[in-house]
């Protein structure tokens, strides 16, 4: 009796167990059906891929490899981890002076093109669009074997390889300046006419590599009056940080002389695109960013010197100060909040066992004394002694120094005493705009002294002219387009409202005193040296 009792329950619960199934089944089915629409109403892909932990639209970014890049530079002795990520998901190579390059998206960068923007007018205008010269191979900085392909070895090593082994390895339609890392791809594109092209395709992931990279070693620069930090990149590229020292609102003193004063961070971001602006094209890339001092600087720095000097603050805030001519005491100390600091990145040249580059002595530098002056500021024939003197009594050397007059006038910098050139390319080539911290300090008062090269020489290129005649109309007023620049860097906003306004105010004299020489002169052409010809 009892076994059949258990047999009978068994037999029971199955029924049951199989009724309940049933049951959730036909539950189930109810509900798809009276719920059709219930999927996909967003309108999402169904085959996009999970999300990985990576955020939509930031930079891949591979697992570190050791590596030692043998293309231009020698980096055997640094931290060797690799990070791939110059590009955006999705994004596809584009050219850059012939070459494959990478993407800039609209809207995205420097160089995004936004309706209604006024920085994207001014550079579909003529004046921005004349030709440069057919850039030959004695034109370029460097000349990279187009047969010599590079690329990581799959096995992880540290070694780049090259030739047919490289053939091997690049993916379908790639070449090995894709494998390049965006630095690396702008020093290659440096030649005898630009330091980059107007429509660089590389900008604005250069810009945001600077801004947005780990920081893998802090040291700092040897030299200079006020201190400088060497930043290295997981992809061995390197960064020149200059950290701020002064709020946005403070002006230099008016007793302050000028070798004094101090270096600004923000100035070098704005200078770089005030360049940009005036189709100099001289300064390398500079992008704001926001240095942590614990994490970026201290913990990770082999510079034993620069250790010594962080310190906490009574506030509580991490500090140093390093070692430097000026301002590196406990007195001057850079403190971050409480450790977090402002600083500039700019994008350091090759360097200079590669591409040796020549100092100048700038004929209108002053005399950094408090009380004698030089000699153009007593002798106001002081051009007509420039224009007998190599490397000014011929090609465009005088008009470029010219150039870069007018624009330390309407930053207001008067610390430039010498300026470089790429050896390589002898006297036929353009300056490079280095070191423009002191820029940018006072806004309330002009310095007319600055403008001494052109005032003396009363000279200026036509293309130049008319750029500046450009940026002082309405629709190209040079403070909106420098503002709408400055609004896409990472620190923004990066000038106050005064200081933009001067520029205005600053372009105006620059063109009364191109407007006096050409009253005073016998031809035009004597003043407005023509440099465009039939373009313009």
């Keep these: 009796m009892r076994r059949r009792l258990q047999t009978l329950f068994q037999r029971k619960f199955k029924v049951s167990l199989l009724f309940l199934l049933l049951l959730a089944l036909l539950v189930h089915l109810a509900m798809d059906l009276a719920l059709p629409a219930a999927r996909g109403p967003c309108g999402c ?44 998901q999705g994004a596809r190579p584009q050219a850059r002076d012939g070459k494959p390059g990478v993407r800039h998206q609209r809207g995205e960068g420097n160089a995004g093109r936004t309706e209604g923007s006024k920085l994207a007018a001014l550079f579909e205008h003529p004046l921005y669009n004349i030709p440069v010269p057919e850039v030959t191979e004695k034109d370029k900085l460097f000349v990279v074997n187009p047969v010599e392909k590079f690329s990581l070895r799959s096995s992880g090593s540290d070694e780049w390889v090259s030739s047919s082994k490289a053939e091997t390895l690049l993916p379908t339609g790639k070449t090995a300046y ?64 200059k950290p701020m020292k002064q709020t946005r609102d403070q002006e230099t003193p008016i007793d302050f002389f000028y070798f004094s004063d101090f270096e600004r961070h923000n100035a070098e971001i704005a200078a770089f695109h005030l360049d940009r602006i005036l189709d100099f094209r001289r300064i390398p890339p500079v992008s704001g960013r926001l240095v942590n001092i614990t994490k970026e600087i201290r913990d990770i720095t082999t510079d034993k010197k620069l250790a010594k000097t962080f310190f906490i603050s009574p506030a509580g805030n991490v500090c140093f100060y390093g070692e430097c001519s000026y301002y590196c005491s406990t007195e001057h100390a850079l403190c971050g909040k409480p450790d977090r600091l402002e600083g500039s990145m700019a994008a350091l040249l090759p360097d200079k066992t590669l591409a040796k580059r020549r100092s100048w002595r700038s004929p209108w530098r002053r005399s950094y004394h408090k009380s004698k002056k030089a000699e153009w500021e007593l002798n106001p024939n002081y051009c007509a002694q420039v224009r007998e003197t190599p490397p000014y009594d011929r090609g465009h050397r005088l008009l470029d120094l010219i150039d870069m007059a007018v624009l330390d006038f309407l930053m207001g910098n008067m610390d430039r005493h010498h300026y470089e050139t790429f050896e390589k390319f002898g006297n036929d080539t353009f300056l490079l705009h280095l070191d423009n911290g002191r820029g940018f300090g006072t806004h309330s008062r002009d310095e007319p002294s600055i ?37 896409t860097d990472p620190l923004a906003p990066i000038l106050t409202e005064p200081h933009l306004r001067a520029l205005d105010r600053r372009l105006g004299k620059v063109l009364a005193t191109v407007g006096r020489c050409l009253a005073g002169a016998a031809r035009r052409d004597e003043v407005v040296v023509d440099d465009v010809g039939s373009w313009v």
């Design 45 to 88: 892909d169904a085959k996009a891929p999970k999300a990985s932990g990576v955020p939509s639209g930031n930079p891949v970014l591979a697992g570190p490899k050791k590596l030692s890049l043998r293309i231009l530079q020698d980096f055997s002795g640094s931290n060797g981890s690799l990070e791939k990520g110059s590009q955006l």
């Design 178 to 241: 894709d494998t390049y890392p965006t630095w690396l791809k702008f020093h290659v594109g440096i030649n005898r006419y630009e330091l980059y092209p107007r429509r660089d395709p590389l900008m604005p992931t250069l810009l945001r590599d600077l801004a947005t990279q780990r920081i893998v070693s802090s040291v700092q620069k040897s030299g200079g009056t006020q201190l400088k930090l060497i930043m290295m990149f997981p992809n061995y590229g390197q960064a020149l940080f």
């Design 451 to 487: 403008l001494a090269p052109l005032r003396q020489c009363c000279s200026i290129k036509k293309s130049t002219y008319l750029r500046l005649r450009l940026l002082a109309t309405q629709p190209y007023r040079l403070s909106d387009l420098l503002r709408e620049a400055l609004a």
